[in-house]
């Protein structure tokens, strides 16, 4: 009895490695958040001074005027404000039915080694650097837009909604793909063997079980729309406009910060005033994740 | 000799609600059923019991097709189901599947409100062919409800989420979902057996109710169910059917000698 007594408070080298492998995934865990709180804190507070200093709330949503390097600064994100939202927008349009269609396709009718390879295609899409998508945009969308509708320019909303589209086409796939594959099958074998065909289960089964999924797919797409730089920068035309056709440039937020930050002066109304539509990004794609999430575990609630 | 014993041979093509013919059929390179000839009477209640593997839910499966879900099945010989063989080119497969009504071993309803789970297969089905009145589904709904004795507990949550009720009120639900198209025959999976004993009676309460309206097939791993709530008895072994005939005849003095160790529970 005495030995085991002994024993009892042995601490061998499995005792240790539980104890680091701990404290480091601990800390793996907690820097990811850390890290984003950390972004978020830096922004504000590179802006904050703008905002309760130069910046008239009003010129900075109605007007147009973006004009940080005149005599007299104006700072009107309006066009800018437009400009991101016409292009995720017209980005949308497009890619929601293609995506949701290819989620569709991959789920409920593909099989076997078809499925398998669509899953890897669509993963690689996601892979493409923007700046790559960029390219795209300025040398091959270009001159089509010009030749097919015979119009002057073919930098502007139709090019850059369309790479956008096809940027965020992967996230939304795979993501509405996972919705429609956590329905139960048990819902499909019940409506099938009720007489429904194929499409029918689908319509009325399958997409109304996973309509939160699908949801939350389309709002991370729009998230992503609303985030990209490069490929935007490229092929919107980066001109500062109120559109009114797809063919118009149009500039967009994040393009602004990415261009014009490297020009300005530290601490200055410029810098500040680029830190500014920083923080309404962030503010903007942080309710759109936030809605997202919320939607998603909402379905898992039920 | 077998006084009374109907062999299933002798009865007029007609009387078969189901009749499979030389039914093979293989999962892959498996084959689960060897050979199958079984006729299937009208407005009786038959029952399928055999040990686990032994192919009683392929073949029930096999009977409204939706075993083809699988993807890798293949299957020879026929099935006829009330004179048509479902397997033919002349013959539409939601066609069939109105005709017969299935009922899982878990109850399954939709997750939508118990509303819209008892009119599911009636909209898929009226609504094809014409308009469909709000006043005729109301009508539609309860009469379904009533029949399974479920109208009284839930008359007043019909637009409730039917994943809400309790296991023994899903399956009946699930039994309501399938009368309002008025299918002949309903085929039943092991129904009673994610329920509890209350709920297993209060179910093969009413499969028993449901006798004479609907041919009904049911396989069953519980042999006092199959013994309490079926007119016919099918004992099934490795695939094939070894015995088929009136129930407590087939309880009482079993032909073959494997129906009789299987009931007396030597194996299973």
């Known amino acids: ?302 | 000799m077998d006084s009374g014993r109907q062999d299933p041979g002798t009865v007029e093509h007609g009387d078969y609600a189901i009749e499979t013919r030389g039914l093979n059929l293989w999962y892959g390179d498996f084959q689960a059923l060897f050979d199958v000839d079984l006729g299937v009477k009208r407005g009786i209640i038959t029952s399928m019991i055999g040990p686990s593997g032994c192919g009683k839910t392929t073949l029930l499966r096999t009977c409204n097709r939706i075993i083809e879900r699988l993807g890798y099945v293949r299957t020879t010989g026929s099935v006829n189901v009330l004179g048509h063989d479902i397997f033919g080119d002349d013959v539409e497969l939601v066609q069939v599947r109105k005709q017969i009504g299935m009922v899982f071993q878990r109850p399954n309803p939709l997750p939508i409100s118990i509303r819209e789970n008892v009119l599911f297969g009636f909209r898929l089905h009226e609504a094809r062919l014409r308009r469909v009145t709000a006043a005729e589904e109301d009508e539609v709904l309860e009469s379904s409800l009533r029949q399974v004795l479920l109208w009284d507990t839930v008359k007043d949550r019909l637009d409730k989420p039917a994943t809400g009720l309790s296991l023994e009120e899903q399956q009946k639900l699930c039994i309501a979902r399938l009368l309002p198209v008025k299918p002949e025959v309903l085929l039943m999976d092991e129904p009673c057996s994610a329920l509890d004993p209350a709920g297993t009676e209060a179910v093969e309460e009413l499969i028993w109710r449901l006798r004479g309206d609907y041919t009904i097939l049911i396989v069953t791993h519980n042999m006092a169910q199959a013994r309490r709530a079926s007119e016919e008895c099918v004992f099934m072994l490795l695939g094939r059917i070894v015995e088929h005939g009136r129930t407590e005849e087939l309880f009482l003095s079993p032909e073959h000698s494997e129906t009789a160790d299987y009931i007396e529970g030597r194996y299973g």
């Open chain 1, 1 to 302: 009895m005495a030995a085991t007594a002994a024993a009892m408070d042995r601490r061998d080298l499995a005792w240790y490695t539980d104890r680091a492998a701990r404290v480091l995934v601990f800390i793996g865990g907690i820097s990811a958040v850390v890290f984003i709180l950390g972004i978020f804190v830096f922004v504000t507070k590179e802006g904050l001074d703008f905002v309760f200093g130069a910046l008239n709330l009003r010129e900075f949503f109605t007007s147009i005027e973006w004009r940080p390097t005149s005599n007299n600064p104006t700072y009107g994100a309006l066009a800018l404000i437009v400009g991101t939202a016409s292009v995720t927008g017209f980005a949308m349009l497009c890619s929601v039915p293609l995506s949701l269609g290819a989620a569709l396709f991959i789920a409920e009718f593909a099989t076997g080694k078809t499925r398998e390879t669509l899953k890897i295609l669509v993963e690689m899409l996601a892979a493409i650097p923007s700046v790559v998508w960029g390219f795209v945009g300025m040398s091959i969308m270009h001159p089509l837009i010009i030749r097919i509708f015979d119009v002057p320019l073919g930098l502007g909303v139709l090019n850059a909604g369309l790479i956008l589209g096809l940027m965020a086409a992967p996230i939304m796939t795979t993501i509405a793909e996972d919705a429609l594959k956590a329905v139960p099958d048990t819902y499909r074998e019940a409506a099938e063997a009720l007489g429904a065909t194929r499409w029918e289960v689908i319509l009325k089964v399958v997409i109304p079980a996973s309509k939160n999924g699908l949801l939350a797919a389309v709002l991370l797409g729009v998230g992503r729309g609303f985030g990209e730089t490069m490929a935007v920068l490229m092929a919107s035309g980066h001109a500062i406009n109120l559109p009114t056709s797809v063919f118009d440039s149009v500039r967009a937020l994040t393009a602004t910060i990415a261009s014009e930050l490297g020009d300005t002066v530290y601490g200055s109304d410029h810098y500040g005033a680029l830190f500014t539509l920083g923080i309404l990004l962030f503010l903007v794609t942080f309710v759109i994740n936030l809605t997202a999430d919320v939607v998603v575990r909402g379905i898992r609630k039920k």
